[in-house]
């Protein structure tokens, strides 16, 4: 069956370090995945995307990895603060280009 | 720019009745939007697929006749839970799509919380 698994449901990490979520997949192909934050009811928030040719993206104190072997994505944040305390869903194409599929999400602590 | 309104952002009400949420892109046309809806500590889920004109294309499991989406306009959707049931309860959250771009180019609303008593 098709699943997208992010390794645990809640994450601390003390601030300053880095955190890293991971983000497997099985039985997808996709040309790319995203990255989202998600506050307490809020909607999501987009915040990376990176396509099946590339091994790395970096947006300031965020970097994605995508290994489309491994059939895995990790997101990193470094030098971690409070402020990043949320939950982060990672997101794929399931196949289609018309719609995509989320994770159930990691809840994030960054704990001062 | 790519902002997307929901309302109300938060809603009650007593089972049996039926509820309408909008969803608005406010600086962009959106050919195509997207509802989900998202149940404590859980992923969104997909239910339908929105296309200005056209009749939507639900999800395997989601009840067209109990979730009404209308797209009547390229800036506005609406999802109408007909019949509520406590069940039901849950946060509901739209995305939209500007013309000729990816799927991967959504932009979330806030979500809309509802309960039904």
């Known amino acids: 069956s098709q699943k997208i698994e992010q390794n645990s449901e809640a994450l601390n990490i003390q601030e300053g370090k880095t955190a890293t979520l991971t983000c497997n997949y099985t039985n997808y192909s996709p040309a790319y995945l995203q990255w989202y934050r998600q506050d307490p009811g809020r909607g999501p928030v987009f915040l990376l995307l990176?396509?099946?040719?590339?091994k790395e993206k970096r947006k300031e104190r965020l970097k994605v990895t995508f290994d489309t072997t491994l059939k895995q994505s990790l997101f990193h944040i470094t030098a971690s603060q409070p402020a990043d305390s949320a939950t982060y869903l990672c997101a794929l194409d399931p196949g289609g280009g018309d719609k995509i599929i989320f994770g159930k999400g990691t809840r994030l602590h960054i704990l001062p | 720019g790519a902002v997307v309104s929901q309302h109300p952002s938060w809603v009650i009400c007593k089972s049996g009745t039926s509820v309408k949420i909008e969803c608005r892109s406010l600086d962009f046309q959106a050919t195509t939007m997207f509802w989900y809806r998202q149940f404590p500590k859980q992923s969104l889920m997909l239910m339908a697929t929105?296309?200005?004109?056209?009749?939507?294309?639900?999800e395997q499991g989601v009840e067209k006749d109990k979730f009404l989406i209308n797209h009547a306009s390229l800036t506005l959707s609406t999802l109408t839970v007909t019949s509520a049931h406590p069940e039901d309860s849950s946060f509901y959250i739209c995305?939209?799509?500007?013309?000729?771009?990816?799927?991967?180019?959504?932009?979330f609303g806030p979500g809309t919380r509802l309960t039904v008593t």
């Open positions: 990176i396509r099946e040719n590339e």
């Open positions: 929105s296309n200005e004109g056209s009749k939507a294309t639900y």
């Open positions: 995305s939209a799509r500007a013309p000729g771009s990816s799927s991967y180019e959504q932009y």
